[in-house]
């Protein structure tokens, strides 16, 4: 089969005005001229034309995951992994708010996603890939009327999971697409984890935590010459929404049909390998954005000097072990001023404690560089 014969069908749809009966068509031309003309009348016997496409759309989703979208998923993790280690030891300001917050670590914020995506995958795994096979209504009455000995059910059963699908049983005469519509809520989730890295390396890039590395020749604005856009990740971002747009819409209206079939799932399924592409664009971006990244860990080391007053939640938190009175309104009422907060400011404060001096040297010795949790 080739474009030549694929141009032959599109021929005789333009007389039948009918996609899959232009192919039952072409195929019989074949049988003809392979002088087998006698079994022609098989090859769609007692079928709908939606146990074809709810086979073979089904199918060429499984293959199309399975072939290319799986290996673009786990490079995307293997990298991420890489990073995880690569950057366990980078002490980080967090930010909830978009305020300083309590200190983290490079490599465990990645590894946040890294779980996510995990995660979203064992569910992708546990997902069949289901496919329609029982006739004009989904119970065989054609086959039943015409050969009555035969067990059809486990015929169409045996030939569905032949092609390593799933058979749904019953049906109206179509697929019920609930498994697709979990699998492309599944998906969806795991863009919206990409797309929630994207926007957070794109941030850190904007924050200088990240320089990037500059290709000879390209250009990062028209106007401005010094500029080195993040466009990688904005790329992905923009992929990633159009993807599950789509996703979204294929979720939620192929599982909707009225009475035992409307036609309205045949135009839309027409568009199910657009969010499969989306997503693959999105990927290789975010691939590209984060292999251009260049640690700048003097930006890192300065955002967590400028901002000791984090290291209060520590202070407050040790003095509730020893029993002090109110160490939260203590640190308050350091904390909460217009004054710079520093290591020296911190120091003094806790001079005033009244603590031993055991305790003292304990609160002293916790830094923004060094309370970071496990």
Known sequence: FDSKDAQEIKEIEKTTNHDVKAVEYFI???FDRMEISQFKEFIHFGLTSQDINNTA????????????????????LKKLE?????????PMLARTH??????????KEIDVFVQRLKEQFNLLNDIPSAAKFGGATGNYNAHQVAYPEIDWKTFGQNFVQGLGLHHSFPTTQIEHYDHMAALFDTLKRINTIVLDLDRDFWTYVSMDYFKQKIKKGEVGSSAMPHKVNPIDFENSEGNLGIA????????????VSRLQRDLTDSTVLRNVGVPFAHTILAFQS???????????KEKFEQDLENNWAVVAEAIQTILRR??????YEALKGLTRTNEKINQRS???FIDTLEVSDDIKSELKAISPSNYTGI
Do not use: C
């Not at 890489?82 to 980078?90: F, M, N, R, S």
């Not at 975010?286 to 700048?296: E, I, P, Q």
């Open 28 to 30: 019989k031309s074949a």
């Open 57 to 76: 759309v089904p199918l060429s989703v499984k293959e199309a995951m399975n072939e290319v979208y799986l290996p673009q998923y786990f490079e995307v």
């Open 82 to 90: 890489g990073l995880v280690e690569e950057w366990a030891d980078i």
């Open 98 to 107: 978009g305020q300083p917050a309590s200190p983290t670590r490079l490599g």
């Open 244 to 255: 599950n747009a789509i996703f979204e819409h294929l979720s939620a209206k192929l599982p």
């Open 286 to 296: 975010t691939l590209k954005g984060l292999n251009k990244l260049l640690l700048n």
């Open 322 to 327: 020893e029993g002090y009175p109110n160490p």
């Open 346 to 348: 911190i120091a003094d």
